[in-house]
Every structure is written in C-alpha cells, then in structure tokens.
C-alpha cells in the first residue's frame, strides 16, 4: 500500500482543522447567552453570564455592558478571559483577550433596543461599552443525540464493570483560532 505524500497529509488536516473550526462556530453563534470569566478581586476567577450580540468567523465575541460594571475594572487589570458558550449541538470554551471599546460608529452598529432600560440614553448613552473578545484558542464538545447516547452508554457500562470511562478522541476536538 503506497503511503500518502506529505501534501495530501497537509491538505487533509487543514480539511479536519476547518471542519473543528466550523463546528466550533456554529456551537458558538447558535448560542445566545455565554458564561464570561475573568480574574477577579483577590485574583480569584469571576463568572457571569452575559449575552452574546455577535460572534465573527474569526470568532472574535462582542458583548456589551457599562463602563461602571466591576468586570470592566478587572478586565483593565488582567484582560485574559475565557468565555464558555452552550447549545442543543455541544458546548464550547474559548481562551482569549478582552478589549474594551467606546467606539460610537461600533455602539451604533450593534445597538439593539432590548439595551434601552441598561442605557437610557440609548446609542449615546456614555457608560455604554463593547467587550471585544479576541479568541486566541477553542476547545468543543459535540451534544448532539448520536454523541450523547455513546457517551451515556460509556458510562453505564464503565460504572458497572467498575471501570474507568472510555475517553474517545471525538469527545474533545481543540481548534486554533489565530
């Protein structure tokens, strides 16, 4: 059997790279609301959900909230973040850096009226702020019913055999997002 040359090796994984990446995505666009993490007071990790106003194919987030809010002041601190993101498809945990824009042509631009009572000066609003998040790194697990009823019957059968659970490769796929 003839092995295969190193540029179908190349082009094969750039396929399963776009493929993790595109599945990444689509876990993440489909999901509305998204846990945020941050370096809190003490160094301690603070988490808070918040909604998601848009996700870019780069997978760069734009979230929204007041310049005054405590997170604004630990993300000046310690811009790392990490964001976790879950639908009926699978959950996704991303690694990256905030940036904290006041650009009024980017307000404008994602300015949703559900914003109103959180702004009440609305688009002018001066406490308005985008959290950008640049995501640096993804990790996913797929959800769907195929993969939930094998990771359910890996389960079952290790805890009844007394065993350790069967980890596949599947379970976890890790994307670059640079």
Known sequence: MATPSKQTTDVETQASSDE??????AILKDSRTVLLLSHGADNKIAGRPMGLVKADDDATLYLVTGMDSKKVDEMLRSPR????????SGTVMLDGTVRISQDRALIDKLWEDSWKPYFPEGKSDPNIAVLIVDSHEGVFWEGGIAHGISYLWRHVKARLKGEEIEIKSTDQQKVDLR
């Open 20 to 25: 993790m990446r595109t599945k990444l995505l």
């Open 81 to 88: 973040v990490s964001i976790a993101a879950q639908n009926g």
